[in-house]
Structures are given as C-alpha cells and as structure tokens.
C-alpha cells in the first residue's frame, strides 16, 4: 500500500458525486415518470405494507446564503395555512390510492422550515394523519427546525402532537463565518430552543454542522464542534458545504476566496471528527455521529442502519410517502419527486385531481440489487458482495475498478468481502460510486451542452 498524502487523495477521489441517498440518484430522474405513473405505482402497494411519510415545507423566516435548499420566504400567515391545506389534500389523494390505515412507524416534516406551518395548520395535518394511518406507538414524529425562529408556543405544541425528535440547523458558531453566510445565531439560542423543546417531552435532538464554510478554519470548526457537544444532542450531522452557485444563485454572495481548499476541507473533516469522538460521539456512516446509546448507533452496530432522502435513519420501512413541492416519494417500484416550485405545485394541485408529480425513475432489478448494495456500503462501511444474490462475476468489472482504491488504503478486499477503512470513511462515496452504472450515461456531455457539475465536490 502506497503512504498517499492527503493532498493527492483530494486530487483522485475529491470529484462530484451525489450523496447515495438513493439508487438510483435525482440525477436520474426524468419526465418520463409523471402523475400516472406515480398513480399505478401507489395502486400496487401491497396491502398492510408500512410507509412512512414526509411533508415538505419549502418556507423560512430568513434565507442564508449558504443553503443549497429550495427555499422561500412566505410572509403572509394565509399563504402558510393555504400550503398546509395543500399538504393535507395530497395526502388525501394518496391515501385513496393505497388505502387507510396502513402502520407509520416514521413521520418528518422537513424543509425549509417546518415551523413556518402556522399551529392550526400543523395540528389539521396531524389530525389527518391520525385518522388515516395507524401511527405506531413508538414511532419517530421529526421536525427541523430554526433556533432563530421557534415561534411562540411551539415547543409544547410538538410535545402536545406526539414529536420525538427535532433537527436544528446550526453550521458554525464563529461570527465572521456566520456573517459570511448571512445566519447569525448565537450559542444561547441553540441552547433555549434544545431546552424548551426538551422541557417541552421532545427528547431527540440532532444538530446539523457544516465544514468547508467561508473563512472556517481547522480550530474555528473544532471550537464549534466542542461547544454543541456541550450541549449533548444525541445525534449531529457533519455535512461538507456544497457549493452550487451555478445552481443556487444566494451562494454567489459568498466570495469564492474565502472558501477553503479541498485538503483544508478534508482536514477540517477530520478536526471535527476528532473533537466529536473525543466528546463521546461514535461516528455514523459517510457523515454522522451519535452518542453510544442511540439507536442510530445500535442499528449500525447490527447490520440494520437505513439510508433514505433523510439521510441515515433506523426507519426500516421500504416505502416513503413524501407530500409538498419538491417533496420525494420512494416505492418498490421507483422513486416519484412532486413539482418543485410552490406556486407551480399549488396551480397543479388547484387544477386537476391528479398527483403534482413532476419527475421519477423506475427501478428494474438491476437497480435494486445495486440500490441496496449501496445502501449496505454506505450504512456498514462495507459489502460482503456474496450475500447480493448475484453471482460474483456480475460484479468482477467493480472489483477491478475498486483495485486503486484499495491501494490508496480507502478500502480492503478480502475475496467478496469489501471493507472501507477509517482513511476511507470520508470517501464512501467514491466507492459507492463504483457499483452505479446510471453515473457513466449522466456524466457523458451532450454536444454543446455547458460543463457543470451536477453534484458538489465529494470532500
Ligand atoms: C433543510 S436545512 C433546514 C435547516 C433549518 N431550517 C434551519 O434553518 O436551522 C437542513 C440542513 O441542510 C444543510 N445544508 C443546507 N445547505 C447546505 C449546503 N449548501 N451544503 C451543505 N449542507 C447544507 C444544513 O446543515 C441545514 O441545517
């Protein structure tokens, strides 16, 4: 095995790639899936399967520069409660295709900002998901939220509906990168919104963090991580800024000189790690962290970790209901992405009675046995390819192709058997990236087509 330096590791894996939580990926999706597809697709679910559900809020209260979310700022309360009315009436058109009182172990509403969903509005929609599905007992009820914006009351209206778990932006605490990212929000409104929301009987707790930021240094990034530890949430997300200027034109406020390189963004990367794990964090797949309790950590630990449009999750279900603008549906047969913008969601939903389906991709077999090879790759940092019930020489092409990165010391093949090492951890997705075949077809130019990548750097 080579000694490679972390400078030439950046150079080899440090492409755009997309993030695996999906096989196939957006990338993929096209117009040739639309509405009634989606409609026959939901017919055939079998009976009694469980779903879980996602209800997409694309409003919040002030837009930060660095966000790569499909975000806008709804001032008016009515325009709120009329997008919750929407969410209700889709899913009132998806529950007549796949019929009530199916099990729900796992609800989330996510954006954006969920709790710009004026109360009355969230407590319908609870209400509706209540008479139509069996939540379980246990179930997960999640909600994101914004520490700068919990309106009034709200904490006790998620302990009052049933929450469990809520996700909080914070990125990083030091000012002039929040300045830089136009998100100012200090240490202590973290800290009140955990507290009311715990006090409030929501007891999970993720953070999300990000490295690679405006003028974000090893020891700012490493001043942030200890700080939040501090505050003991169960589980923290660690995302690498994905800068998409040609994609979210907000991001063109952010200098480009400020940006870190890919080594120094690697090397942030493994600050934080270190800080985290130091903090009593057991670290979660390509980009997360829980304390050793948790059940992320348990699920991980056995072999039954899940990764879907949330990210990593102990949701086993294998069907995920999404309503609202953008929102992503995922069934045995293929994934379904609604309208993305809100008005042309709203206009689709006020002119027929069918589903505000824009975009999709079926499945055949060959996705399947490469989505759920992917997902074992990125949840269990590795794959024993003899258990994909495939024959080995399917997969003779990818073993070859992973040669180089087991000489770089990201994985180690033992027969069938691969496994990503703690150097690899930060480049799962490179060797995901090796078993998608839809990814050579995507990256191929059409002539005269302008280059841009479609994903962010994988660092
Ligand atoms: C949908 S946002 C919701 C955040 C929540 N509304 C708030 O303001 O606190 C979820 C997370 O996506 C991550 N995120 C958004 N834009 C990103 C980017 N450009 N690169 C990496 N992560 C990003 C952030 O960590 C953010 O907390």
Redesign the pocket.
Known sequence: MSAVSSSELVHRYGGNLPRYTSYPTAASFSEAVGPAQAEEWLRALPAEKPVSLYFHVPF?DELCR????NTSVMRHEDGRMAYGDLLREELRRVVALVGTQRPVQHLQF????PSTLPAAALRHIIRSVRSMFQIQPQAELAM????RHVPEGYPALLGELGFTRIS??V?DLDERVQDACGRHQSFEQTEACISAVRNAGVSGVNI?L?YGLPYQTEDSIAETARKIASLRPDRLAV????HVPWKQKRQRLIPEDSLPQPAERLAQRARMDAVLRAEGYSPVGLDHYALPQDALVKAADSGVLRRNFQGYTTDSSDVLLGMGASAISMLPDGYTQNITAVAPYARAMADNQCLPVARGVARTEDDRLRGRLIERLMCDMGVDLAQMEAQLDVFEPELAALQPLADDGLIVINGPHIRVTEKGRPFLRNVAAVFDTHRKSLSEPTAGATLQPRFSGAI
């Open positions: 919040c660095f966000c790569g979310c996510g954006g954006g900002t994101e939220l914004d520490p909080l932006g990125q999300d990000i995302f690498g800024y994905a």
